[in-house]
């Protein structure tokens, strides 16, 4: 496998967050959205077995049983990460996969919860949501909408209403897009979207959704890699 990182920091982008969690972070994306905070996974990373993945996140976790392997995106090397997640599970882990929602999830393991991105219009990767995943999604999962204006929001909301999204997973996570060129601040005023504007239309529409910010970035520098 094409590995970029594999540490441990706070879970910050689901209904995980605030939880200690190992970062599995694999190398290589095919899409290109416009506000990619995971650009340096692009290329490069280390050639890595299974077994040595295995045994490398087994030694970063200590006594933290939550994995979550990510990327780039990870199913673009499903031949390999498919055994792996099975391998954690196997050892008793919870085992999360972020996604984008543009490969097919239909071998992801079912006990695996899967973090599905559905693209937004102003995300650069619009269009991309492999419909048919839909159907892999099982009760345990979350689907997640990274929104930079009210373009993605309506799109999102409109989404998450026709597809009747909050009856079938556990969250539907709308999350404000953070500026690429954030830096320093560890603050709201860093993302694209005022996350209280955000609010403000989730309970207007009275949306079942989770209002998401990426607390890692509130946490650290919005630019620090590894954490
Ligand atoms: S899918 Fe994720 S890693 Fe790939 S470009 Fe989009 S945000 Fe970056």
């Known amino acids: 496998m094409q590995i970029t990182e594999i540490y441990k920091s706070l879970q910050g982008e689901s209904s995980y967050s605030g939880l200690p969690c190992v970062f599995v972070r694999l190398t290589g ?15 490069g990373g280390r050639r890595m077995s299974v077994d040595e ?52 999830l239909a071998q992801v393991p079912r006990d695996v ?7 937004c219009p102003h995300s650069g990767a619009a269009g991309t949501f492999r419909m048919e995943n839909l159907d892999a999604l099982a009760e345990r999962d ?20 026709e597809q009747g999204l909050s009856l079938k997973v556990a969250a539907v996570i709308f999350s404000p897009a953070f500026r690429k060129e954030a830096t320093g601040a560890r603050d709201a005023s860093q993302c694209l979207l005022d996350p209280r504007q955000l609010a403000e ?12 910010l990426q607390l890692h970035k509130f946490v650290w520098d919005p630019a620090e890699k590894g954490v």
């Open 201 to 212: 239309w989730v309970l207007e529409d009275e949306l079942p959704v989770r209002l998401g």
């Open 53 to 104: 993945v295995l045994r490398e996140a087994e030694r970063a976790s200590g006594n933290c049983r939550l994995v979550e392997i990510t990327g780039g995106e990870p199913m673009l090397q499903e031949r390999e990460v498919v055994p792996l997640m099975e391998l954690l599970l196997e050892r008793g882990y919870t085992v999360l996969l972020e996604t984008s929602g543009e490969r097919p």
């Open 142 to 161: 979350e689907v997640k909408f990274v929104l930079s204006d009210r373009a993605d929001y309506e799109f999102a909301r409109d989404f998450v209403r």
């Open 29 to 43: 994306c095919n899409l290109r959205c416009s506000w990619c905070d995971s650009e340096y996974t692009f290329f």
């Open 113 to 119: 919860v899967k973090i599905v991105d559905v693209k």
